[in-house]
């Protein structure tokens, strides 16, 4: 377990590790139905951070949903304890492995699905003068829309979505927020 600012974090096991980080599932004062991933980063990362206020300022109503949200981030002088959402269901490449083990190929029609999802996250992140710069299968988790589930019923609202993990660039837009194309 470990207390950051006012909070505590019970580690429940590792969620992911990548080039440069090592992201753990935790409840927030043990609370089972409160779970956030740490991203702990070794040197310091505060960019992605402001990235995401980024994303929250630029992307507004249900768009925003599509990409990932960060609580808060712990900065150290060598390193960074970002503070996200914890997704449940893995990323895309866990998908794509799951299929490849299984030596069967995806369906065509969520191929078609998740290509489209991945397509409209693009274009909305360049609309709003965002570039990713890693747009990759082992950075796009999975979103389950369980709320649409019940609400909608139709299929496109309940297959899976996919969300980025982190965009990395600014494009034209400046860090005043106004857009200059
Ligand atoms: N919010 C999250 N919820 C659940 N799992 C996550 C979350 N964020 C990251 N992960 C898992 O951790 C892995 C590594 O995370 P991430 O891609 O953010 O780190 P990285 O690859 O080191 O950095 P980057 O992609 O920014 O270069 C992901 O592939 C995913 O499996
Ligand atoms: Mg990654």
Request: aromatic share 10%; hydrophobic share 35%; proline share 3%.
């Amino acid at each position: 377990m470990i207390s950051k600012g006012g909070r505590k974090y019970h580690i429940k096991g590792c969620a992911g590790q990548g080039g440069f980080a090592q992201v753990y599932k935790a409840f927030v004062n043990s609370d089972p139905n409160d779970v956030v991933a740490l991203k702990i980063q070794k040197p310091a990362f505060p960019w992605e951070f402001y990235m995401y206020r980024q994303l929250d300022m630029r992307i507004t109503g249900r768009e925003r949903s599509s990409y990932g949200l960060a609580q808060r981030i712990h900065l150290y002088a060598d390193c960074s304890i970002l503070i996200c959402d914890y997704l449940a269901h893995g990323t895309l490449q866990d998908v794509i492995n799951r299929y490849a083990v299984q030596g069967k190929p995806m369906e065509e029609v969520l191929c078609i699905y998740y290509t489209i999802e991945m397509l409209h996250m693009v274009e909305t992140l360049h609309d709003v003068g965002l570039i990713h710069g890693d747009f990759k299968p082992d950075n796009l988790l999975i979103r389950y829309a369980r709320d649409d589930l019940t609400k909608k019923g139709s299929w496109t609202e309940v297959v899976l979505g996919v969300i980025r993990s982190l965009p990395c660039r600014l494009g034209k837009r400046d860090c005043s927020g106004s857009l200059s194309r």
